[in-house]
């Protein structure tokens, strides 16, 4: 085979240290955007972004050639570094260690979309603690 093509989508989900509600809907936008710089700087393609107050969903095409770890790490010390530097937030901002990192088929792309795309009706019934073990027990 002379070229090589990939496709993957990966859901990455994480949160502030112990699950703090930090982000503010005042700054929540400017931190997407700050964030979707980050991952399309890296080759990704950012397909959903959405922060809620205690956590935040990540949808991209991702690029093979950077390490998930590798990717994550850079989207949180450079985000964290920026709060800080904008002083967005009154209290010590700094993200949680793990995260969940999920892939998706090309057939599930709008299905997930939409789904991050809706957190704010979706949390309106749901905290995220169930709303992150219903996604652990979907990806066994």
């Known amino acids: 085979m002379a070229n090589t093509y990939t496709q993957f989508y990966v859901h990455l989900v994480f949160s502030p240290k112990k699950k703090q509600s930090l982000i503010k809907r005042n700054w929540k936008d400017e ?32 690029y093979v050639n950077q390490l998930v770890p590798d ?3 850079e989207i949180k010390t450079s985000s ?13 901002f700094e993200w949680q260690r793990g995260y969940g990192a999920f892939t998706h ?23 995220f603690k169930d709303e992150y073990l219903e996604i652990l027990r979907k990806n066994m």
């Open 31 to 62: 931190l997407e955007k700050y964030i979707t710089t980050i991952v399309q700087n890296h080759k990704h393609k950012m397909l959903a972004i959405n922060c809620m107050p205690d956590h935040i969903h990540i949808f991209i095409g991702y």
């Open 80 to 92: 964290c570094a920026w709060i800080k530097y904008k002083k967005l937030s009154r209290y010590k």
């Open 105 to 127: 088929s090309r057939s599930q792309v709008d299905t997930v979309v939409n789904y991050i795309l809706k957190q704010e009706e979706h949390h309106k019934k749901t905290p």
């Open 71 to 73: 990717l994550v790490e």
